[in-house]
């Protein structure tokens, strides 16, 4: 539960959560956002894939449904956590899902991997997911060249916050 929001939960993300989390992004740049090795449209079995080669697969419940999903993509055991495949359904957006998933993504970092930094990757045309993280804590630290799927250079800001007890 969330003390912000008595309807948000969060639990460890299960094969049958996949079928709705494929829905989550509305088109390529979304997706892309989210997870840049997909390709459009996000099927369950890229998802699956995602999953097993990641860790902490999580997703947030808004009123029991599942509303958003995360997960670390690279994780180094009392060093850092960095979150990937990080979306929230259309009809959950401007609930507070995104952050308080984040949020409990910082918690399992801290935890289970005694993670002391979360980075975050963003894409410069994601405004809104820099600006959310920049709200969060998180600070840039790099900016490096990307190539979109069009073939157009992008910008992949990278950003971290430190993990506090």
């Known amino acids: 539960m969330s003390a912000a929001n008595p309807?948000?939960?969060y639990r460890t993300a299960i094969a049958e959560d996949l079928h709705e989390v494929v829905r989550f992004p509305q088109d390529a740049d979304e997706?892309?956002?989210?997870?840049?090795?997909?390709?459009?449209?996000?099927?369950?079995?890229?998802?699956?894939?995602?999953?097993?080669e990641r860790r902490g697969s999580t997703v947030a419940l808004l009123d029991g449904k599942v509303a958003g999903f995360a997960n670390f993509y690279q994780w180094q055991h009392g060093e850092f956590c960095a979150l990937g495949n990080m979306?929230?359904?259309?009809?959950?957006?401007?609930?507070?899902v995104a952050q308080f998933l984040i949020e409990a993504m910082e918690r399992?970092?801290?935890?289970q991997y005694k993670a002391k930094l979360m980075k975050v990757s963003c894409f410069n045309a994601n405004a809104g997911g820099?600006?959310?993280y920049t709200r969060l804590g998180y600070q840039p630290r790099a900016i490096v060249e990307r190539i979109s799927p069009e073939g157009r250079r992008i910008a992949l800001v990278q950003m971290d916050k430190t993990l506090t007890d």
């Open 7 to 9: 309807h948000l939960q």
């Open 31 to 52: 997706l892309f956002f989210a997870y840049p090795k997909a390709s459009w449209p996000l099927t369950v079995g890229q998802l699956a894939a995602a999953m097993a």
């Open 87 to 96: 979306m929230v359904a259309l009809w959950a957006r401007g609930h507070g």
């Open 108 to 111: 399992q970092a801290r935890e």
């Open 130 to 132: 820099l600006l959310l």
